[in-house]
């Protein structure tokens, strides 16, 4: 057989599960190039044959225009000789690495099939669920490897002859398309009222967009779950839903067809127009535009707004028949676990939705809308979920061992790392109902079996009453290491960044559980992969009652104000807890001052909930961190000046003491000064004394690499504070692609784990 002269072209980077083949092979058509393509463990490979113009072509083309999910890290060729193939194939992947690589996560409508969508003499006009090689839902619909349509919740719709010329035709943009459907073949949509009866309409849409019109809510599945739908600029709708969902005050994401929509109600910049507009389509927090259409009560008291683009040909279909921007909340009452599928939508959401939006394309997994804000200076991942999802954190190390890592109780996510690449899980919330935690287990026997990995090593955190630390403690025939919570924080944006130990982490929250028992949150860790040093820790506060106390947060600010004034503070200050009842606010003095049921905290997140009571008056948290993010949306940026703080470095850890604060707090307070003032003082005292311990421990210890973690650095006004004391002398490293908070963990606890357990490879 005569040898033909070929390129064998190696691509890396995120090139698999986004129509990277087919493209290629479209593209060798085009090029009049023959060989194969196919997945291999490190991206994508292809044996490329045809004249040297055409190969220079064609290797130009690759790199210029690749599927807008797919990311290009390296490109490089080699020449090779091998007998001249026919025609261009995509040769099978097989064996669990290559099935490990080829989940895809969701991806948001590409605007080839937006047009068709509404194109009236397209077969697909007002299609739900158009989707092409470009785009559509992957992760939420897979049961089973390989990711193939039979393994799919789309098996039971063979597709008709004109879909399936499409899904077999090389040159054709669903070539592949493995959820391809149309009217004729695929799913449909059906509008179902409140009591379960189907509503008789011609068009589902159409008839749910009436509802809403209504000022009333309609529970829409989605892509990852339900969504409770309504009128996003009328005050009554959204307080329907709000009371009808007990969700008094929390912030509802709103859903716009598109980005000139969504100027309209947020203010934009390039960076939150590039997230919003990327494949992932997540829910973005952006300023919200004064005198917009939107209504007040759909994020009270707060100046952001989280707003996110149609990703799904239902919600375009939707938007266009609603002309005005939606609510579009997560189908649940409270902190539940999203709703998922049909039969348990209507049975949980029965008491909130006037109508039901139902389709009969299962759920498989269900995956919430992500969620980014612009955090010093720069898109931050703050809820790792759909479209994200399971795309892997590429890592420097390999893991030799798989690890599973179970996350924290608080906006759990898991973490499964194998070879160079750590799997997130999709966001699975608090785990502290047996619906949430049902979720989380079924969750990780999935994503075991569609990774093809049975972890050899467990890692957990060391708080014992964490469902999370319970389920990995009944993991048997594995290794379990329990990893210190803030250690993990700190070892996540290591993982992230690829950083070379130690570091300097600074991991500010709310709680998470000290190797001494205690609740720390307010630390400096000097930190490698296998351990870490603490070396320095904010004051502890006195919880009075407890966890009580985190949602009273009148009672931390009590606790406050007494130890800054060793428990006889001026009585003008109490006056600024008037709305609590006397008696008891001599309850929890008492309690503060005896030291009776009121365990210390270390948390960063308590002294913003110490400082709103005392400058915003605020008593109770409506959901968890409330108040700080209140006291944060509070600062004025004219004010540059802040409180006074004693470091006491002879204690071991040091110590920040912010006593000296809340003195001078309780002081302007009394002489009536506003709460933006307060804010920016707050803030900027935090920056200073922190960044003052920072660089007194890089002295100590000559390390320069600092690592700001913990939920605490989803404020933007702290962290921008931060960094711009501490760069550009020191090499200072946010979390941007694993988030922040007790959702970005789980990576963490993976690496220490594996460096603990050995299981990390050269
Ligand atoms: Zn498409
Ligand atoms: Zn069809
Ligand atoms: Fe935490």
């Not at 097989?94 to 937006?114: N, S, V």
């Not at 004729?184 to 009222?193: E, H, N, T």
């Not at 989380?440 to 964490?466: G, N």
């Amino acid at each position: 057989m005569a040898l033909a002269c070929g390129r064998e072209i190696r691509v890396s980077g995120i090139v698999q599960g986004v129509g990277f083949r087919p493209w290629v092979s479209r593209l060798a058509h085009e090029h009049g190039i023959v060989g194969r393509v196919l997945n291999d463990a490190s991206g994508v490979t292809i044996e490329a044959f045809g004249s040297t113009r055409a190969l220079d072509r064609f290797v130009g083309s690759l790199r210029k225009e690749p599927p807008s999910a797919a990311e290009i890290a390296a490109l490089d060729w080699k020449p090779i000789e091998a007998p001249a193939p026919q025609g261009f194939e995509i040769a099978p992947s097989l064996g669990a690495e290559k099935r490990r690589l080829a989940i895809p996560p969701d991806i948001a409508t590409c605007d080839q099939c937006l047009a068709e969508v509404f194109d009236p003499s397209n077969r697909r006009y007002r299609y739900a669920f158009t989707n092409c090689t470009n785009c559509g839902p992957r992760f939420t619909i897979v049961r089973d490897v390989p990711y193939d349509r039979p393994a799919t919740s789309m098996a039971g719709f063979p597709m008709c002859p004109a879909c399936r010329q499409e899904y077999t035709t090389v040159t054709d943009r669903r070539f592949h398309a493995q959820p391809n459907a149309c009217p004729a073949c695929g799913p449909s949509l059906r509008l179902v009222g409140a009591a379960g009866a189907e509503t008789d309409c011609d068009d589902p849409v159409r008839a749910a967009a009436q509802v809403i019109a209504q000022g009333l809510i309609v529970a829409a599945k989605g892509l990852g779950g339900f969504h409770l739908v309504c009128d996003a600029t009328s005050e009554a709708a959204v307080l329907r839903l709000r009371e009808r969902k007990r969700r008094e005050a929390k912030p509802l994401a709103v859903m716009v067809a598109g980005l000139p929509q969504a100027e309209r109600i947020a203010i934009l910049d390039e960076g939150t127009r590039r997230v919003l507009a990327s494949p992932q389509h997540p829910i973005v927090l952006a300023p919200r535009r004064d005198g917009g259409e939107l209504a007040q009560n759909v994020a009270p008291g707060n100046p952001l707004v989280g707003v996110m683009l149609a990703y799904a040909p239902l919600h375009h279909v939707l938007l266009a028949e609603c002309a005005r921007p939606l609510v579009m909340t997560s189908g649940n009452v409270s902190d539940e676990p999203i709703a998922y599928r049909n039969d348990e939508a209507c049975a949980r959401l029965g008491g909130i939705a006037d109508a039901f939006l139902l389709h009969d394309r299962d759920i498989v997994t269900r995956c919430d809308d992500s969620v980014v804000r612009v955090v010093a200076g720069a898109p931050t991942v703050l809820r790792r979920s759909r479209g994200y999802v399971p795309r892997p954190v590429l890592l420097q190390r390999r893991f030799d061992k798989p690890v599973l890592a179970c996350g924290a109780q608080l906006k759990n996510t898991f973490c499964l790392a194998v070879n160079d690449q750590a799997f997130l899980g999709p966001h699975i919330g608090d785990l502290d109902n047996l619906e949430a935690f049902a979720s989380f287990e079924e969750s990780i026997v999935l994503m075991e079996r569609l990774l093809a990995v049975e972890p050899q090593v467990v890692a957990h955190d060391l708080h014992p009453d964490y469902l999370s630390t319970r389920y990995a403690k009944g993991r048997d025939g594995v290794v379990r290491i329990g990893v210190q919570h803030h250690h993990a924080h700190v070892a996540s944006v290591m993982a992230e960044h690829d950083l070379k130990a130690p570091v300097l982490g600074v991991a500010l929250d709310g709680a998470g559980y000290g190797t001494d028992g205690a609740s720390w949150g307010g630390e400096l860790l000097l930190a490698q992969y296998t351990g870490f040093e603490r070396i320095a820790t904010l004051r502890p506060l006195a919880l009075a009652g407890g966890d009580v106390a985190i949602r009273q947060v009148w009672r931390i600010g009590v606790a406050a104000v007494m130890d800054a004034y060793d428990g006889a503070p001026p009585r003008d200050v109490l006056a600024r807890f008037n709305d609590v009842p006397v008696q008891a606010l001599e309850m929890v003095m008492t309690m503060v001052a005896k030291r009776f049921n009121s365990p210390l905290a270390h948390g960063a997140g308590r002294y913003f909930d110490a400082m709103a009571a005392l400058a915003l008056g605020i008593t109770h948290a409506r959901y968890e961190g409330e108040a700080a993010m209140l006291l944060e949306y509070a600062h004025d940026g004219n004010v540059t000046s802040r409180f006074s703080y004693r470091i006491d470095d002879v204690a071991k850890p040091w110590q920040i003491d912010l006593r000296p604060a809340f003195r001078e707090a309780v002081e302007a307070v009394v002489g009536g000064c506003g709460p933006g003032e307060l804010s920016s003082k707050f803030h900027n005292t935090l920056a200073h004394a922190t960044a003052q311990v920072v660089r007194a421990a890089a002295e100590r210890t000559g390390c320069r690499t600092v690592v700001l973690s913990g939920g605490c650095f989803q404020n933007d006004r702290l962290a921008s504070a931060l960094l711009a004391r501490l760069s550009p002398n020191l090499d200072v490293h946010l979390p941007r692609n694993v988030p922040p908070g007790d959702g970005g963990i789980a990576l963490g606890q993976a690496v220490v784990a594996a460096a603990l357990s050995d299981a990390f490879g050269g």
